[in-house]
């Protein structure tokens, strides 16, 4: 149980186009949903936290219009990366969290490539 | 939330206990001690959390010293397939928010 895929796995886009990420809880209800980046070699560094139906909480430094996230549904959030930039290429992950139960469950994350 | 340290990296050897140190001097009464690992571009991989007794689970046993200012993570017999980074994070449970640190890379060799 608890699994959490992310759609796609990897992609490559050209700078100035935007690009929409999936995350979705295969078997179970996530109140709450998670979107990090990841540099290589680097630690996880949280974007954002979406609760389902509300806006999503954006942590300092990361721009709210260029990283639009939508949490539409307790089994779906999306991240669209507006107007990429090659400095977006990134590892992007996934999380979703139950109220109930403290951990996380994590995505296999998204390669993003942008020439 | 506390800051947690641990060693860059370890050595293990396969079908050995492998024992990952982490230092949290400075945690909260109310805060558990969770470890992740990340397996070579993947996603991290929940694998056990506590408070301030011993957890035990089928993938790991979790240590916690009596003062709570350190844990040990421990994979009884570590396989290949436990190459990976090590997170150790402390937080409160009703906090949201993991804070992640530079892990520890763990080399399980044959």
């Known amino acids: 149980g608890a699994v959490v895929s992310q759609h796609p796995s990897w992609v490559i886009c050209k700078s100035g186009t935007s690009v929409k990420i999936e995350c979705r809880s295969l078997d179970f209800q996530a109140t709450t949903m998670f979107w990090y980046r990841q540099f290589p070699k680097q630690s996880l560094m949280l974007m954002a936290t979406?609760?389902?139906?509300?806006?999503?909480?954006?942590e300092q430094g990361v721009e709210k219009d260029k990283f639009l996230i939508n949490h539409a549904s307790l089994t779906l959030s999306t991240l669209t990366v507006t107007s990429a930039h090659p400095e977006d290429s990134s590892f992007y992950i996934c999380?979703?969290?139950?109220?109930?139960?403290?951990?996380?469950?994590f995505g296999p994350g998204t390669r993003l490539t942008v020439t | 939330d506390a800051k947690t340290t641990q060693p860059p990296s370890m050595d293990c050897a396969e079908g050995r206990a492998a024992n990952l140190p982490c230092n949290h001097s400075?945690?909260?009464?109310?805060?558990?001690v969770y470890w992740y690992r990340q397996i070579h571009s993947q996603g991290p991989q929940y694998i056990i959390h506590?408070?301030?007794?011993?957890e035990t689970n089928e993938m790991a046993s979790l240590i916690i010293t009596e003062d709570r200012k350190s844990s040990t993570l421990i994979l009884p017999h570590a396989t290949l397939r436990d190459t990976a980074v090590y997170y150790c994070i402390v937080n409160a449970g009703n906090n949201r928010k993991l804070i992640w640190g530079l892990g520890t890379s763990l080399a399980v060799n044959p």
């Open positions: 506590g408070l301030k007794n011993n």
């Open positions: 979406s609760n389902e139906g509300s806006k999503a909480t954006y």
């Open positions: 400075t945690i909260s009464g109310n805060e558990y």
């Open positions: 999380s979703a969290r139950v109220t109930s139960i403290y951990e996380q469950y």
